[in-house]
C-alpha cells in the first residue's frame, strides 16, 4: 500500500505490487492491472475522471518566458464515474470510459472549480490540484515502445518546455511534440537524453541503415527504396521495433511490421506525436508519407 495525498491506494496484480509514488501523485499500471481507489476519509464521494481536451496546444508563442518556460494552458474535461461510494475499484481499458494504456487522471469529490464544463490548468491536474486530483498511467510493458504508450491520451504540445512550477511537461505527461514523445521514451529507460527538436535528437541516434528512402509506388507492393535502389530490411539486422524512422520535420517510431514482412512499406504501423495527439497509426496515414525517411536507432551515448 502507499498514501498518496488524499486517498489510499493498491494495486490487486498478478504482477509485483505497484507502489504508488507519493511525491508526485501518480500510479503507475501495467496494463490489466486493478487499481483501488478509497477516499481518505473513508466517506462516501462522487468519483470523476478527467482527460486533456484533444487540440495541437502551442507553445511557441512570441513573447514567452525565457529560459524555455511553456506558456500554454491546456484545458480538460471532467466525466462521472461513480457516485455516493467511499472506494471504487476500475481495469483502466476494461471499463468504458477509462483509456488504457495512457494517462488520465482520478478524483473524489473535487472543488467546484474542476466541475466546469472545461477546466483550464498550466500544470497536470495532479500537479495543480495535489489535494484531490491523481494521475493514473498504464503501459503494456516495460520496455522502449511500452513506455511511449504511457502518453496515449496526453495532448500534442509544441513544444515541450518546463511548467511553472518548474516541471518538464513531458516528463510529467502534460503532453509532447513528435521528438518529445520519442525522447520521453528513451528517458524513461534511464538515458541521459535531453528534450529536443527533431533535428537536435539526431546527435543521440546512429543510422541503421544508411540513406534516405522514399515510397516506390512503380512496384506492387509498394516498399520504400532509396536512390541506389536498395530498401530497409525489416527483422533481423534490420529496423526493428523501438527504431526511428525520421522523415525531417517529424520523429516517429517503428512498431510493427505489416504488408511487406520484412520490408519497410506503407502498412508498417508507427506510434507518433502529431496534431491529435501521441497515436498509432500506418506509415501511409502518418500525415509524412510523401517525405523522405531516414532510419535511426538510439545510442547509449552521444
Not at 7 to 32: E, R
Not at 132 to 143: L, N
Not at 284 to 297: K, W
Request: hydrophobic share 40%.
Amino acid at each position: 500500500m502507499g498514501l498518496v495525498t488524499g486517498y489510499l491506494f493498491f494495486l490487486i496484480s498478478s504482477l509485483p505490487v505497484t507502489v504508488p509514488d507519493a511525491t508526485d501523485n501518480c500510479v503507475h499500471l501495467m496494463t490489466g492491472d486493478t487499481l483501488y481507489a478509497t477516499s481518505f476519509s473513508g466517506e462516501r464521494a462522487n468519483w470523476y475522471y478527467a482527460v486533456p481536451v484533444r487540440w495541437a496546444y502551442d507553445n511557441m508563442i512570441p513573447g514567452g518566458e525565457p529560459m524555455g518556460l511553456g506558456v500554454d494552458t491546456l484545458r480538460y474535461r471532467l466525466f462521472p464515474l461513480s457516485s455516493g461510494v467511499s472506494y471504487i475499484s476500475l481495469i483502466p481499458g476494461e471499463e468504458a470510459l477509462l483509456p488504457s494504456p495512457g494517462v488520465f487522471y482520478l478524483t473524489a469529490d473535487p472543488p467546484s472549480e474542476l466541475l466546469a464544463d472545461t477546466v483550464a490548468a498550466v500544470e497536470p491536474l495532479h500537479l495543480q490540484y495535489p489535494d484531490c486530483v491523481i494521475q493514473v498511467v498504464s503501459r503494456p510493458s516495460d520496455d522502449y515502445t511500452g513506455y511511449l504508450f504511457e502518453m496515449i491520451n496526453a495532448p500534442f504540445l509544441m513544444t515541450p518546455r518546463l511548467t511553472v512550477g518548474g516541471n518538464h511537461q513531458a516528463d510529467c505527461r502534460l503532453g509532447c511534440d513528435c521528438a518529445g514523445l520519442a525522447v520521453y521514451g528513451a528517458r524513461r529507460m534511464g538515458l541521459d537524453i535531453p528534450y529536443a527538436g527533431p533535428l537536435g535528437i539526431v546527435r543521440y541516434l546512429t543510422s541503421v541503415v544508411p540513406g534516405e528512402f522514399l515510397p516506390d509506388s512503380s512496384i506492387d507492393p509498394v516498399v520504400y527504396i532509396s536512390g541506389y535502389g536498395d530498401s530497409v530490411p525489416v527483422g533481423s539486422g534490420g529496423l526493428v521495433p523501438g527504431d526511428i524512422v525520421h522523415f525531417g520535420t517529424q520523429v516517429s517510431v517503428f512498431l510493427e511490421d505489416k504488408g511487406v514482412i520484412g520490408t519497410l512499406d506503407p502498412e508498417d504501423m508507427l506510434i507518433q506525436s502529431w496534431f491529435d495527439g501521441p497515436h498509432v497509426c500506418a506509415i501511409r496515414d502518418c500525415g509524412f508519407y510523401h517525405l523522405p525517411l531516414r532510419v535511426f536507432r538510439w545510442s547509449a551515448s552521444e
